[in-house]
């Protein structure tokens, strides 16, 4: 009775260390079909997939920019079944529009967007048929929450939050799930390629304060925020794993704890002001004030660390 998993995106990152976790669950429920655009990317999903190679693992072929890649790769499972959807494949883009062309803000889009859409097309009418299903889709907490010089990234996440909050009011007609796994910033290639991106970015498109903005204040900060909210893909695959397993799975669920009071502003006013003055405020007037928050962020996780650990004394002494 074990359910059938697709996974997006799955050579590096949240996608390898999902693949290999639920792979690896001791129970064997899963059957991970971990999915890539290039298979000659395969190795490190190989190496950490061990055992479970060839046993509740299996490497294949998906581009989700290409519909007929993932016709292909749909039809070649078993009865064509999937239980459960997990769209991971994703991309990220920084820095003033004004430097951006077009043409990569839509690739951004047909990814992280279009990517996710074609996957519903192949395999929701299927999911419908069998009154079965759970699509869970790896957002952000840019899917509900914008941040400075993320704009088409957020927009592209903002749109599968849309997207997918339609639909699931009619998958409930169908019994069939719809998760999104909302996490803050995770420490994987995806944060080395943006900010190497971001490096290269002629600003010579932007006026002064923006070119300012983005160099002085975004770029400078940029390491910094992943290193004390940072998680691991390993952490986010924990987290996705819990929801899969559930009888009632959350349409919503962050991975960061440390992000939330950030996300909790945006619910706290329905006039939507409050976030962006925060984040505003945060940036640019009190320069302090972000670095006194991200040290308190550091005590905090210093604190639960230590907590943690004590807990964990307790109950081995018990
Ligand atoms: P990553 O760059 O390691 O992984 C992204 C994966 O998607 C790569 O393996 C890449 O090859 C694959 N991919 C890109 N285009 C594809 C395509 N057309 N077809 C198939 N695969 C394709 O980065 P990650 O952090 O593991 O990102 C995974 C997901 O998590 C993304 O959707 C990202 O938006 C999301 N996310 C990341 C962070 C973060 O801080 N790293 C935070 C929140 C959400």
């Not at 993320?150 to 849309?162: C, P, Q, R, T, V």
């Not at 925020?225 to 919503?252: C, S, W, Y």
């Amino acid at each position: 009775n074990q359910k059938v998993v697709l996974i997006t995106g799955c050579s590096s990152g949240i996608g390898l260390a999902l693949a290999v976790h639920i792979a690896k669950d001791e129970k064997k429920r899963f059957m991970v079909y971990a999915t890539m655009r290039n298979l000659s990317k395969a190795e490190p999903l190989v190496e950490a997939a061990g055992r479970t190679l060839g046993r509740t693992l299996e490497i294949k072929q998906l581009d989700v920019c290409d519909e007929a890649s993932i016709k292909a790769c749909v039809d070649s499972l078993p009865e064509r079944r999937v239980d459960i959807l997990i769209s991971n494949a994703g991309m990220g883009l920084i820095g003033p529009i004004e430097c951006q062309s077009i043409e990569e803000m839509k690739s951004v889009m047909d990814t992280n967007f279009f990517g996710l859409v074609r996957l519903m097309k192949e395999i929701l009418p299927d999911m419908k048929r069998r009154k079965k299903g759970h699509i869970v889709v790896i957002s952000s907490v840019m899917g509900i929450q914008g941040i400075l010089f993320n704009d088409i990234y957020a927009a592209s996440k903002f749109a599968l939050e849309g997207f997918c909050e339609s639909l699931a009011i009619q998958a409930l007609r169908f019994g069939l799930n719809i998760s999104l796994i909302e996490p803050g910033p995770v420490i994987t290639e995806f944060e080395r390629k943006v900010y190497d991106e971001g490096l290269k970015i002629d600003l010579s498109k932007a006026d002064k304060v923006t070119a300012d903005m983005f160099t002085n204040v975004y770029l400078k900060n940029y390491k910094q925020i992943f290193e004390t909210l940072g998680q691991t893909p390993e952490d986010v695959a924990e987290h996705t794993l819990k929801i899969l397993i559930m009888d009632n799975p959350p349409f919503r669920h962050q991975t960061n704890t440390l992000y939330t009071p950030m996300t909790t502003l945006k619910y706290a006013d329905p006039n939507g002001d409050l976030p962006i003055e925060t984040f505003y405020k945060m940036v640019f007037e009190h320069d302090k004030v972000f670095t006194a928050s991200l040290n308190f962020i550091k005590l905090l996780q210093w604190r639960s660390r230590k907590s943690f650990k004590h807990n964990k004394m307790i109950k081995s002494n018990c």
